[in-house]
T-cell receptor, first 114, second 115 residues
Framework: KAGVTQTPRYLIKTRGQQVTLSCSPI?????VSWYQQTPGQGLQFLFE???????NKGNFPGRFSGRQFSNSRSEMNVSTLELGDSALYLC?????????????FGSGTRLTVV | AQSVTQLGSHVSVSEGALVLLRCNYS??????LFWYVQYPNQGLQLLLK??????LVKGINGFEAEFKKSETSFHLTKPSAHMSDAAEYFC?????????????FGKGTSLLVTP
């Protein structure tokens, strides 16, 4: 059974550019969440999508956005990149909700902004 | 909002020794608690979770955790450490605050296992 697939694994972008990250959840999982991981702030929740609708949103600026497609694949976009956006971005999928099923995480996309 | 505090950012144990990673939570409602493990250059893997019911929760790879409401704790233990247990461990609590049902993670504890 395939796990959560995130592409690309590594990205280097220049300040001011925008970036799109992709996540393919486990087959049958309808919930996809995104987390940012940095050494200073740790793991922080970005947003969650369920059946193509944003269900929850963390405390991040509007430069961070996402969407989910009908096949449950999800993308997140960061516009006007800042140096502080350098982080590991983790996607997690769940059958229904993490409370009862837990998350399955992908290996992440490591974004470096220069 | 619910939160967790992990005591000790680094823990070192000898192979075969008891592993004890500490986590205390803050919650105004019955908490949903989790332990995740992260190996280098990988995502997080669910070790175990507590929702309701039995307070001693068994997880994968021989780990278990006990929910103690009176102590607001959810410490992770393993009777005998293996070299392969070396990783970063995260305690988390499900938050139903402004972010809906998101996970609030602790800062993590890096476990080092020495021969």
């Amino acid at each position: 059974k395939a796990g959560v697939t995130q592409t690309p694994r590594y990205l280097i972008k220049t300040r001011g550019q925008q970036v799109t990250l992709s996540c393919s959840p486990i087959s049958g999982h309808r919930s996809v969440s995104w987390y940012q991981q940095t050494p200073g702030q740790g793991l922080q929740f970005l947003f969650e999508y369920f059946s193509e609708t944003q269900r929850n949103k963390g405390n991040f600026p509007g430069r961070f956005s996402g969407r989910q497609f009908s096949n449950s694949r999800s993308e997140m976009n960061v516009s006007t990149l800042e140096l502080g956006d350098s982080a590991l971005y983790l996607c997690a999928s769940s059958l229904g909700g993490h409370r009862n099923y837990g998350y399955t995480f992908g290996s992440g996309t490591r974004l470096t902004v220069v | 909002a619910q939160s967790v505090t992990q005591l000790g950012s680094h823990v070192s144990v000898s192979e075969g020794a008891l592993v004890l990673l500490r986590c205390n939570y803050s919650s105004s409602v019955p908490p949903y608690l989790f332990w995740y493990v992260q190996y280098p250059n990988q995502g997080l893997q669910l070790l175990l979770k507590y929702t309701t019911g039995a307070t001693l929760v068994k997880g994968i790879n021989g780990f278990e955790a006990e929910f103690k409401k009176s102590e607001t704790s959810f410490h992770l233990t393993k009777p005998s450490a293996h070299m392969s247990d070396a990783a970063e461990y995260f305690c988390a609590v499900s938050d139903n605050g402004n972010s809906g049902y998101a996970l609030n993670f602790g800062k993590g504890t890096s476990l080092l296992v020495t021969p």
